[in-house]
């Protein structure tokens, strides 16, 4: 699994995230409305996963996915219950959005993504949505207050550039934003599978310099971060599911 890491680090043909990909996510959930599929391709993608800084090879193929969702569980429970308006930002199918109503049934839950059929896929469940892009927000599209604001492995696409972002959730003042992402910041680069997590988030050009940004904003006191933690949960490549929480000030 080592090897295999390594050799993909150094394979130059490896996509990376970021502005140029927009077309891919249309096309991508497209696909899963056509199919009527709310479930995202990339989970299941490989038989070997992380958990507890090890490989592990899961029985069940939802592996990842129900780990993901006990995450998405445990914050919505601690920092969404009861919000009065709920934002997920790059929901996708919006297949969160229907764990999180789960959890807060009498919120009003809304999908925010920069794709077309996002937006078609998440009406059809049931959902509003709006079209919005992290690189280049809509400051049009104000949110509803009381409200909460979660990604979930979305944001990790921009980067390190996630300030436009930022500023738009400063200027519209949620209560609690709640981020799902691969956060380099609280892995530890001595560690080798944690150190071949940082290489990769490099290697796609994920989320990056975030965590620290935040913690500028509060020494500046613009904003309070309320969790900053990692769940030692991953798929083979990486481990991308920690958890960062503040609220603007």
Known sequence: MIIQIIETLLDKSVPFSGEHRRQQWENGWLQNLTEKNLRPRYFGKYKINRRNGYFVKAIDKNYERDMLYSIVDRVAKKYLRNMPYIYEFGCGTGHNLLRVKKISPNSILHG?????????????????????????????????????????????????????????????????????????????????????????????????????????????????????????????????YSVVVWSPI
């Open 112 to 240: 925010m993504d920069w794709a077309v059929s996002s937006q078609r896929l998440v009406n059809s469940i049931g959902f509003p949505a709006a079209n919005f892009d992290f690189f280049d927000p809509n400051y049009r599209l104000k949110l509803h207050n009381p409200a909460g604001v979660f990604t979930v492995a979305a944001l990790e696409q921009t980067g390190t550039k996630f300030k436009a972002f930022v500023s738009y959730l400063l200027k519209n003042k949620p209560k609690i934003c709640v981020h799902i992402e691969p956060i380099a910041e609280l892995l530890d680069k001595n560690n080798l599978m944690d150190y071949l997590s940082i290489k990769y988030f490099e290697k796609r050009k994920y989320l990056s310099g975030f965590l620290t940004y935040l913690r500028k904003l509060e020494k500046e006191k613009k904003i309070k971060i309320h969790e900053a933690s990692r769940n030692r949960v991953g798929s083979l490549y990486i481990e991308g």
